[in-house]
């Protein structure tokens, strides 16, 4: 157990040196001249002009909630597709074909219903 | 890759049939929520409850239980699953059918509550039958996103939505720890399965601590959903806000499958957590008793004080898994660990029972006027106005304070009575001193409906469904408490299937 963790330690350690060295030789080896600007928080992006905290509209939030949903779909028929031709070749298809007949049903329901709930109308 | 053989489903597929039943009848629903007009709802009720019988008949009538395990060890098939099924159909069915009396009153509530009550029960139904890490998670995570859109499904509640938020936040952070502990334990038995960490349990090699870690931050999840002390912060809050069909559903059936899954989990890796994690479990449960019962002295609101309440009870139900986790010790006869694991069965049958009448007469009595009969002082005189009604809440507050002959006070009885058996007599007094405390804050709403003239909030909800329904589950409960032993019986016998 202990052995085969070794990399993983090995590596944690590594990057633990790497990033204390080059933030030590940098406040060795840099110049300072410290300005009013240098010394602001760094964001990247233009600097909020008013308070970030504002209504937004829920259609963004919903969309690329159903977006995400049907995006990720593709993920699982991926890999189903590549197996299919071991499906094929022990007889199995028809239950693989069920089974994703299944996922994808269930998938077309969740579709009929963000429709007909107005989803995806932006309004 | 693990091949699917079609023929080992088919021979399956009758003990499966009850979760196709339940997991079909919610697509369809949520396809008739979207597809019929708003004012056809009370067809989404029939719906619900004509899947909700399928799948109690299905699993009534379906093939006989056996120890072997479904779809490859992820699912158990034995006769405890199929007692936590029917108990969670059971309560499910009782909370449409409250649900169904507030909606046609209010329009503030949404029709996804159907789908979304039998995607919950789904996921219950799998949390109580996992024997496997994934399907553990599967269920949890199936039960508790329903849950969460369930709490803040009222339109336009503000309350409502900042339990729902408040509830899904940190219900994420418990997934996370869950998530993590299993991490670990999978990383020290090498497989998911329930069988692979009986194994490495039997073998007991390996790097203990790792075992431990990930115990223990699973345990923190389990503590979350059933609301033991350190983890309940959200329980009043979530428990208030909700609608009051919501909130019993909840206090009922998410707690009852988060105990299944945890009894399983318990007997499974006994060793471990009957050695290493019980003083830390015995004191929670101690803690949780007296804060719990404390805390609910001082609520003016009924859902609050119930709330609270259910804290309490998460913390007598963990005595009797403490006294299931002590049986490793030297000493206990055999019959301890079967005893106090049908004690707790019993205890979740009889606490549902108790808790669904209480929140059903809540939400029988509330939202005529907009508002939920939250306020105790509002009960005044509510023996007089709708006295089988306020019989009903009586008998389940008694119930609830543990006062034969009720079924609540057996159930006590025969957890403390493990909780004896098992040698670990000052927990048993905790548990008989924290009931004591709790007398104090059922008996006062009972004498705020029997002894005080109405006052002028007055609650006056009608709908003879809920109400019958209560009226059942006040007799029940009656019931119970004179003739507790045949289901205390079949609660050990169920256990004992478990145990093997």
Known sequence: MAGSMLPVFMVLGIAVVFALAFLVLSRILGPHRPSALKTTTYECGVPPRSSTEIRFFVRFFLIALLFLLFDLEAVFIYPWVVLYDTFLADGRAAFALGEMAVFVGVLVAGYVYAWKKGGLDWQ | ?500
């Open chain 2, 1 to 500: 890759m693990p091949a699917v053989a079609d023929a080992s489903l088919t021979a399956q597929f009758g003990a499966l049939l009850p979760y196709l039943v339940v997991a079909g009848g919610g697509v369809l629903l949520l396809l008739a929520d979207a597809l019929s007009r708003a004012s056809r709802r009370d067809h989404l009720y029939l719906l619900t409850v004509a899947v909700l019988l399928g799948a109690l008949a299905a699993q009534l009538f379906g093939p006989a239980p056996e120890r072997t395990a479904l779809l490859r060890g992820m699912l158990g098939g034995e006769a405890y699953t199929q007692y936590f099924n029917l108990l969670f159909l059971g309560i499910a069915l009782l909370t449409a059918t409250f649900a169904t009396s507030v909606f046609e009153r209010a329009a503030r509530y949404r029709t996804d509550f159907y789908p979304l009550l039998v995607f919950a029960t789904l996921g219950m139904m799998i949390l109580a039958a996992a024997t496997d890490l994934l399907t553990l998670f599967l269920g949890l995570e199936t039960m508790s996103l329903a849950v969460y859109v369930l709490v803040g499904g009222q339109r336009g509640s503000l309350r409502a939505s900042e339990a729902g938020l408040k509830y899904l936040l940190l219900g994420a952070f418990a997934s996370a720890f869950l998530l993590f502990g299993m991490g670990l334990v999978y990383g020290w038995a090498g497989g998911t399965g329930y069988a692979d960490i009986a194994d490495g349990l039997r073998g007991a090699g390996g790097n203990l601590l790792l075992l431990r870690a990930g115990l223990g931050l699973m345990l923190v999840a389990f503590a979350f959903k059933i609301a033991i002390v350190p983890f309940h912060m959200w329980t009043p809050d979530v428990y208030d806000g909700a609608a009051s069909f919501v909130t019993g559903y909840m206090a009922t059936g998410v707690k009852a499958a988060a105990f299944a899954a945890l009894l399983r989990f318990c007997q499974l890796a006994l060793p471990e957590l009957g050695g290493f994690w019980w003083p830390l479990l015995a004191v929670l449960a101690v803690v949780t008793m007296i804060v719990a019962n404390l805390v609910a002295l001082a609520q003016d609101g009924i859902k609050r004080m119930l709330a609270w309440s259910s804290v309490a009870h998460a913390g007598y139900l963990m005595l009797g898994v403490l006294a299931l986790l002590a049986t490793g010790r030297q000493g206990l006869a055999a019959t301890v660990g079967p005893a106090s694991g049908g004690a707790v069965l019993f205890y979740l049958v009889a606490y549902s029972l108790m808790n669904l009448g209480a929140f059903g007469v809540i939400t029988l009595l509330g939202p005529d006027r907009g508002e939920e009969a939250d306020r105790i002082s509002g009960y005044a005189g509510l023996a007089r106005r709708q006295p089988l009604v306020a019989a009903s809440l009586a008998v389940c507050l008694l119930s609830l304070a543990g006062i034969p002959p009720t079924a609540g006070f057996m159930a006590k009885f025969y957890v403390f009575g493990a909780v004896v058996k098992a040698g670990l007599v000052p927990l048993a007094i905790w548990g008989v001193v924290a009931s004591l405390i709790s007398v104090y804050y059922y008996l006062r709403v009972i004498v705020v409906m029997y002894m005080q003239p109405a006052g002028e909030s007055i609650h006056d909800g009608r709908s003879w469904e809920t109400a019958f329904a209560t009226g059942l589950l006040a007799l029940l409960i009656l019931f119970l408490g004179v003739w507790p032993g045949g289901l205390q019986r079949l609660a050990e016998v169920t256990f004992r299937t478990l145990a093997g």
